[in-house]
Protein backbone atom coordinates (compact mmCIF):
# COMPACT_ATOMS: atom_id res chain seq x y z
CA UNK A 1 0.00 0.00 0.00
CA UNK A 2 1.59 3.41 -0.68
CA UNK A 3 1.49 6.54 1.42
CA UNK A 4 -1.06 8.22 -0.43
CA UNK A 5 -3.54 5.15 0.02
CA UNK A 6 -3.26 4.83 3.93
CA UNK A 7 -4.93 8.72 4.45
CA UNK A 8 -7.51 8.01 1.54
CA UNK A 9 -10.55 6.30 4.15
CA UNK A 10 -9.89 9.11 6.98
CA UNK A 11 -10.17 11.68 3.67
CA UNK A 12 -13.11 10.11 2.20
CA UNK A 13 -15.09 9.67 5.58
CA UNK A 14 -13.97 13.14 6.33
CA UNK A 15 -15.80 14.29 3.16
CA UNK A 16 -18.66 12.06 3.03
CA UNK A 17 -19.24 13.22 7.08
CA UNK A 18 -18.86 16.89 6.26
CA UNK A 19 -21.83 16.70 3.54
CA UNK A 20 -23.72 15.21 5.81
CA UNK A 21 -23.68 17.72 8.80
CA UNK A 22 -23.84 20.20 5.98
CA UNK A 23 -27.55 18.18 5.26
CA UNK A 24 -27.94 18.35 9.42
CA UNK A 25 -27.32 21.68 9.54
CA UNK A 26 -29.45 23.00 6.81
CA UNK A 27 -32.40 20.34 7.25
CA UNK A 28 -32.57 21.23 11.49
CA UNK A 29 -32.02 25.07 10.68
CA UNK A 30 -35.92 24.47 9.51
CA UNK A 31 -37.19 23.60 12.66
CA UNK A 32 -39.99 25.95 14.13
CA UNK A 33 -41.45 25.56 17.51
CA UNK A 34 -45.66 25.90 16.89
CA UNK A 35 -45.37 28.40 20.15
CA UNK A 36 -42.81 31.15 21.32
CA UNK A 37 -41.82 28.97 24.29
CA UNK A 38 -38.02 29.64 24.36
CA UNK A 39 -35.45 32.20 22.87
CA UNK A 40 -33.28 29.61 21.35
CA UNK A 41 -35.95 27.80 19.59
CA UNK A 42 -35.98 23.95 18.29
CA UNK A 43 -33.00 24.49 15.69
CA UNK A 44 -30.61 25.82 17.99
CA UNK A 45 -29.02 22.72 19.67
CA UNK A 46 -29.25 20.52 16.07
CA UNK A 47 -27.74 23.03 14.55
CA UNK A 48 -24.75 23.22 17.31
CA UNK A 49 -24.24 19.57 16.74
CA UNK A 50 -24.20 19.50 13.41
CA UNK A 51 -21.62 22.86 13.40
CA UNK A 52 -19.55 20.32 15.94
CA UNK A 53 -19.75 17.58 13.41
CA UNK A 54 -18.59 20.07 10.48
CA UNK A 55 -15.49 20.91 12.26
CA UNK A 56 -14.85 17.24 13.47
CA UNK A 57 -15.19 15.99 9.78
CA UNK A 58 -12.25 18.89 8.38
CA UNK A 59 -9.83 17.56 11.64
CA UNK A 60 -10.62 13.83 10.25
CA UNK A 61 -9.86 15.28 6.73
CA UNK A 62 -6.87 17.00 7.58
CA UNK A 63 -5.03 14.48 10.29
CA UNK A 64 -6.06 11.27 8.75
CA UNK A 65 -4.70 8.26 10.46
CA UNK A 66 -1.58 6.55 9.51
CA UNK A 67 -2.02 3.05 9.68
CA UNK A 68 -6.51 2.80 9.55
CA UNK A 69 -7.73 -0.71 11.06
CA UNK A 70 -10.97 -1.66 9.31
CA UNK A 71 -12.69 -4.57 10.96
CA UNK A 72 -12.66 -7.47 9.50
CA UNK A 73 -15.26 -9.46 11.41
CA UNK A 74 -18.66 -9.47 9.49
CA UNK A 75 -21.00 -9.21 12.75
CA UNK A 76 -19.05 -6.19 13.41
CA UNK A 77 -20.62 -4.48 10.33
CA UNK A 78 -23.66 -6.16 10.93
CA UNK A 79 -23.85 -4.64 14.03
CA UNK A 80 -23.12 -1.16 12.84
CA UNK A 81 -25.78 -1.46 10.02
CA UNK A 82 -28.19 -2.22 12.95
CA UNK A 83 -27.45 0.02 15.30
CA UNK A 84 -28.10 2.85 12.18
CA UNK A 85 -31.09 1.12 11.44
CA UNK A 86 -32.21 1.67 15.07
CA UNK A 87 -31.68 5.13 14.93
CA UNK A 88 -33.78 5.37 11.57
CA UNK A 89 -36.61 3.66 12.83
CA UNK A 90 -36.19 5.57 16.68
CA UNK A 91 -36.91 8.89 14.62
CA UNK A 92 -39.78 7.55 12.97
CA UNK A 93 -41.72 6.18 16.29
CA UNK A 94 -40.53 9.07 18.83
CA UNK A 95 -43.48 11.36 17.44
CA UNK A 96 -46.25 8.87 17.17
CA UNK A 97 -45.13 7.14 20.55
CA UNK A 98 -42.95 10.16 22.63
CA UNK A 99 -39.78 10.29 24.07
CA UNK A 100 -39.90 7.86 27.14
CA UNK A 101 -41.71 4.97 25.16
CA UNK A 102 -39.18 5.53 21.73
CA UNK A 103 -36.19 5.86 24.14
CA UNK A 104 -36.74 3.17 26.04
CA UNK A 105 -37.04 0.86 23.05
CA UNK A 106 -33.89 2.25 21.35
CA UNK A 107 -31.66 1.96 24.62
CA UNK A 108 -32.80 -1.93 25.26
CA UNK A 109 -32.52 -2.32 21.33
CA UNK A 110 -28.88 -1.02 21.48
CA UNK A 111 -28.29 -2.49 24.94
CA UNK A 112 -29.12 -6.36 23.30
CA UNK A 113 -27.61 -4.93 20.75
CA UNK A 114 -24.62 -5.00 22.64
CA UNK A 115 -24.82 -8.09 24.63
CA UNK A 116 -26.01 -6.06 27.95
CA UNK A 117 -28.08 -8.25 30.32
CA UNK A 118 -31.98 -8.00 29.04
CA UNK A 119 -33.34 -6.82 32.56
CA UNK A 120 -30.59 -4.40 33.62
CA UNK A 121 -30.53 -3.22 30.00
CA UNK A 122 -34.78 -3.03 30.33
CA UNK A 123 -34.93 -1.30 33.63
CA UNK A 124 -32.12 1.15 32.79
CA UNK A 125 -33.48 2.03 30.13
CA UNK A 126 -36.95 2.86 31.26
CA UNK A 127 -35.09 4.94 33.98
CA UNK A 128 -32.75 7.02 31.96
CA UNK A 129 -35.66 7.90 29.33
CA UNK A 130 -37.72 8.91 32.16
CA UNK A 131 -35.38 11.05 33.98
CA UNK A 132 -34.23 12.66 30.24
CA UNK A 133 -37.70 13.41 29.71
CA UNK A 134 -37.98 15.23 33.57
CA UNK A 135 -34.82 16.96 33.60
CA UNK A 136 -35.82 18.29 29.58
CA UNK A 137 -39.20 19.51 30.53
CA UNK A 138 -39.12 20.16 33.98
CA UNK A 139 -35.34 21.44 34.06
CA UNK A 140 -34.79 22.55 30.93
CA UNK A 141 -38.33 23.62 30.14
CA UNK A 142 -37.80 21.92 26.55
CA UNK A 143 -40.46 20.27 25.27
CA UNK A 144 -40.40 16.45 24.01
CA UNK A 145 -42.85 14.94 22.47
CA UNK A 146 -45.50 12.37 24.47
CA UNK A 147 -46.82 10.52 21.60
CA UNK A 148 -49.62 10.76 19.07
CA UNK A 149 -50.86 7.52 20.03
CA UNK A 150 -50.39 7.94 24.09
CA UNK A 151 -52.76 10.96 24.05
CA UNK A 152 -55.99 9.78 24.35
CA UNK A 153 -54.56 7.55 27.43
CA UNK A 154 -52.81 10.16 28.85
CA UNK A 155 -56.09 12.38 28.62
CA UNK A 156 -54.23 14.92 26.28
Known amino acids: MNLNSKFLTDRIAGIVLFIFAGWYVWYASQFES ?34 PDWPTNTMVWVKMAAVILSFVIYSQIIKPLGFVVATSFEMYALGLLFDA ?40
Open 34 to 67: PIVADSLGPATFPVILGILMMVLSVVIFLQPDEN
Open 117 to 156: PKVKSLITSIVFSTFLFWLFSSVLKLGLPTGTLLEPLLGG
